[in-house]
Every structure is written in C-alpha cells, then in structure tokens.
C-alpha cells in the first residue's frame, strides 16, 4: 500500500495560531474518535499544550466497541487524566457529562476566582485532528448549531469563540502531526474520514480495512454482507459488491464504487460497534 501522508499547508498556519492563544485559556478539551483513540492522540497537539489541564473526550462512542471504549478510559485516567467517552449526535447527555466534568476540572481555578470577587466564562480550547467530532462537541454543549460542522476532513479552517453557560470555546482547526510514524494508525485515520479521501487510494484503504475486520470484527461482515469467503480482502470485497448489487456490465463486481460503500458502511456505523486499537497496546501513550 502507498504510504500515506497528509499535512495540507493551512495545518502549519493552524498550529501557530492555537499556540498564541494557549496562553489565554484555562484549559484544553481535547477529543478523539473513540473507535481509534490512539490514532487520533496527536502528541504534537499535547505538546503545545503544556502544562494546562486536559479533559479528554472519546466522541462517537456510539460507534465504539464498548468494551474497549472502557479500557481506553482507564489507560487514559492511568495517564493523570480526566476523561469521558460521549456521542455528540446524542447532545443532551453528551452536553451534562462534558459540562460537570469539565467544571470538576476547573474547580480550584473557580474558587480562587471567586475568592478575589472574579465572576468570568472558563475559556477551553477545543482541538484535535480532522473530523473528530470538534465542533459537534461544541454545538452540544450550547444546544443549537454555533459551530461549522461537515462530514469531510479539514471543515474548520480559521478559530472560533463560541460564548455559552459560564464557557467559552476556541473551535480550532484538525491539526495533524505533520508524520506519520506509524502507517498502521495513518490507515486507522483513512477509514474514519480524518484524511481527505482525495490522496487516498480508496480499493486498497477498503482492502486493509477488511483484512482488520475479518478477525476479530467477522461476524459483522457476515452480519452486514451475507460474508462467507475469507480467503482474501479481494474476495471480500468482491462478496461486498454482489451483496450490494454494485456490479458492472458483464457482470463483474465494480470495486472501486464497492469500496467506497464499504467505507461509507464503516463510518456511518452500519456495520455496527467497532474499535480498531487495543488499549493495552498503547499504555502511557496520553501521559
């Protein structure tokens, strides 16, 4: 597979305005696709925080494992960090659990306000990689749609405050790490749409992604696709295709368009609960 490599100019440009407005919020809400929580852990964003406090969000837990949701949520508290996992889809419940955590979180710095007669919002900003969930979170927590939201990588481009409840919210732009160090998890950020499909080779991105599932995820192909031949990630797709109907003249299966519905199954979670990492196989990588 081509490796993939994904750092658009305008990412540059994004990294150096967070890093000017670092200094004027009390903290970072810092979310993560909870289907892939280390592969969207940018550890360059961590490191431009310093040392203000981070309350972790593991956003469309809906899609998630839940198991391994749970296991990701301790390694991460391991670490020394707050954290909760939430679907943002779900606005009402996501809005209370990030609310009274992040209150919990600020605590101390609203005593200390309120101690020398300071009534003010909690500044956070909100940040993470492309398509993540950011700015959903954010018209969660408000209750309407403040913030520009879209399914594609790369929606939010300039900062936005958003003034709510007591909090304000730096809306910032996905930022990736400008290498990827491990392709395993470059493919994990393919499947979920936090890279622009169009560098993307999509046949074989729906291949890899296939030959993850077909293990520990098979019955859900079966499930989804009537799967039977797991010989290959090519005969499953192939299956894929005349499943769906997605079939050529001549009657040959037509892959490429396959392909995308298979993608498009695995990010509107119509194949049902998956997490693609393990969270014992990244211990003390959100410390």
């Excluded at 839940?66 to 990701?72: E, R």
């Excluded at 493919?187 to 169009?198: E, F, K, M």
């Excluded at 894929?240 to 519905?261: H, K, N, Q």
């Amino acid at each position: 597979m081509k490796h993939i490599q994904w750092f658009p100019g305008h990412m540059t440009k994004a990294m150096r305005m967070m890093e000017e407005c670092i200094p004027l919020v009390d903290g970072v809400m810092l979310v993560l696709d909870a289907r892939a929580p280390a592969a969207t852990f940018n550890k360059k964003l961590k490191k431009l925080f310093g040392a203000k406090p981070i309350l972790y969000i593991l956003n469309k837990s809906d899609l998630a494992d839940p198991a391994k949701t749970d296991s990701f949520l301790s390694e991460i508290a391991k670490c020394g960090a707050p954290a909760l996992a939430c679907s943002a889809a779900n606005a009402s419940a996501a809005s209370k659990k990030i609310a009274a955590m992040a209150g919990a979180l600020m605590r101390e710095r609203r005593e200390r306000d309120a101690a020398k007669g300071i009534a003010r919002p909690l500044r956070f900003m909100v940040a993470g990689i492309p398509n993540t969930g950011k700015s959903t979170v954010i018209n969660a927590m408000c209750g309407q749609k403040r913030a520009v939201t879209g399914n594609k990588a790369g929606v939010t481009r300039g900062k936005q405050w958003i003034r709510f409840a007591g909090f304000e919210f730096l809306d910032t732009p996905g930022t990736m790490p400008p290498a990827f160090d491990d392709q395993a998890l470059a493919r994990h950020l393919a499947y979920i749409g936090s890279i622009n499909d169009d560098i993307l080779n999509i046949y074989e991105i729906a291949l890899s992604l296939l030959e993850e599932l077909s293990g520990e995820y098979a019955h859900l192909l079966r499930a989804r696709y009537g799967a039977e031949d797991f010989s290959s990630p090519h005969a499953l797709l192939e299956g894929v295709c005349r499943r769906r109907g997605i079939i050529l003249r001549g009657g040959e299966a037509d892959l490429e368009r396959g392909a995308r519905a298979l993608i498009d199954d695995f990010r509107k979670g119509r194949l049902g609960r998956v997490t693609l990492e393990r969270a014992s196989e990244y211990a003390g990588l959100f410390g």
